[in-house]
T-cell receptor, first 115, second 107 residues
Framework: EAGVVQSPRYKIIEKKQPVAFWCNPI?????LYWYRQNLGQGPELLIR????????DSQLPKDRFSAERLKGVDSTLKIQPAELGDSAVYLC?????????????FGPGTRLTVT | DAKTTQPNSMESNEEEPVHLPCNHS???????IHWYRQLPSQGPEYVIH???SNVNNRMASLAIAEDRKSSTLILHRATLRDAAVYYC????????FGAGTRLTVKP
């Protein structure tokens, strides 16, 4: 069974440019998460979806970040415009649902470098 | 800040047991203790979780203190492939990862 797929794996852009990341979760997983991981730190939750609904986006910087999960499957995270401080690894994860007993499966991440 | 406290780093020799501690003094009655690990250049992967009783699976064992304010992840025989950052997390009431413990395994 395929794991969580993310693309691209690496992205280099200049500041003020837009960028988008794509995530395909494990088939049948209703819950999808986007995390940001800065160098030397643990992942930080940006947004969590239950099917198409964003149930926790309290940590998403809404002035420049947006996300969508159409049809409750794939998801896209966008940054517009990117800033130097957005350089990080963006991780997508999925789980069967959002319960406390359910393990998350993470993708390999997209490493973003903003110059 | 995350609700758990872990040492920044630990070292182990190959084929020896490793005990990774985690303090969670403010754990609530509904929190489960989850452990994940992150290998270099990969996303985190699930290791184990528990509520009150000690738990074993093919990857590791989890020992939970009687008052639930601390727990220990036990790798029975460390291998070089176990070198990773290990995260202790409380679910569902805290979706945050702390900085974790970086485990180095020496041959």
């Amino acid at each position: 069974e395929a794991g969580v797929v993310q693309s691209p794996r690496y992205k280099i852009i200049e500041k003020k440019q837009p960028v988008a990341f794509w995530c395909n979760p494990i088939s049948g997983h209703n819950t999808l998460y986007w995390y940001r991981q800065n160098l030397g730190q643990g992942p930080e939750l940006l947004i969590r979806y239950e099917n198409e609904e964003a149930v926790d986006d309290s940590q998403l910087p809404k002035d420049r970040f947006s996300a969508e999960r159409l049809k409750g499957v794939d998801s896209t995270l966008k940054i517009q415009p990117a800033e130097l401080g957005d350089s990080a690894v963006y991780l997508c994860a999925s789980s069967l649902y959002g319960g406390h007993l359910i393990e998350q499966y993470f993708g390999p991440g997209t490493r973003l470098t903003v110059t | 800040d995350a609700k758990t406290t872990q040492p920044n780093s630990m070292e182990s020799n190959e084929e020896e047991p490793v005990h990774l501690p985690c303090n969670h003094s403010t754990i609530s009655g509904t929190d489960y203790i989850h452990w994940y690990r992150q290998l270099p250049s990969q996303g985190p992967e699930y290791v184990i979780h528990g509520l009150t009783s000690n738990v074993n699976n093919r990857m590791a064992s989890l020992a939970i203190a009687e008052d639930r304010k601390s727990s220990t992840l036990i790798l029975h025989r460390a291998t070089l492939r176990d070198a990773a950052v290990y995260y202790c997390i409380l679910r569902p009431n805290d979706m945050r990862f702390g900085a974790g413990t970086r485990l180095t395994v020496k041959p």
